[in-house]
């Protein structure tokens, strides 16, 4: 597990501050599952945590437990390859932070915009040996910061601004 710094968290929550509220978020490749329990903690209504690793799983559990947030939260133990395939729900945030130097982002994303809602917006978190796609189905990278090593990808749909 390696949990995503405060600084590059502060400053994703800051980028998506005012699309927080009453959103359903997707977190794939969850970990310790901080990232969706900041976005619940911000008025997000429900979040899906989804990671493969069974020490990651009972991490989440007791995060979610801890933090009351269990009853708008759902974990998924799947690889996420595996559950975005086969996904029926729609999502209006999704974070996406794979394993550096892996390439998943390219297998993920494509998979991931298919399970958008037309407004949502798409985050990915990399160092420098992964690249962003320019775009992923109907969604078009927008923008990249960079936060020390660290890069994070917006993707919005290609019909909003």
Request: charged share 25%; proline share 0%.
């Given at each position: 597990m390696r949990p995503t710094s405060d600084m590059v968290k502060e400053a994703v929550f800051s980028i998506i501050q005012?699309?927080?509220?009453?959103?359903k978020f997707l977190d794939l490749f969850?970990?310790?599952?901080q990232m969706a329990i900041e976005a619940?903690?911000?008025?997000?209504?429900s979040a899906v945590l989804v990671d493969a690793?069974?020490?990651?799983?009972?991490?989440?559990?007791?995060?979610?437990?801890?933090?009351?947030?269990s009853q708008v939260a759902q974990l998924v133990q799947s690889d996420a390859v595996t559950y975005i395939s086969g996904c029926r729900?729609?999502?209006?945030?999704?974070?996406?932070d794979p394993p550096y130097g892996t390439n998943l982002i390219e297998r993920v994303l494509p998979a991931a915009a298919d399970h958008m809602n037309k407004g949502g917006t798409i985050l990915c978190e990399s160092d420098s040996t992964d690249k962003f796609p320019e775009s992923a189905n109907d969604f078009v990278l927008r923008k990249t910061y960079?936060?020390?090593?660290?890069?994070i990808?917006?993707?919005r749909?290609?019909?909003?601004?």
């Open positions: 005012f699309s927080i509220e009453g959103r969850a970990g310790s599952g619940l903690s911000r008025g997000a209504a690793s069974k020490q990651a799983g009972n991490v989440i559990r007791d995060n979610l437990k801890t933090t009351g947030f729900e729609k999502f209006d945030i999704a974070y996406i960079r936060y020390g090593r660290i890069f990808g917006l993707y749909h290609k019909d909003m601004d």
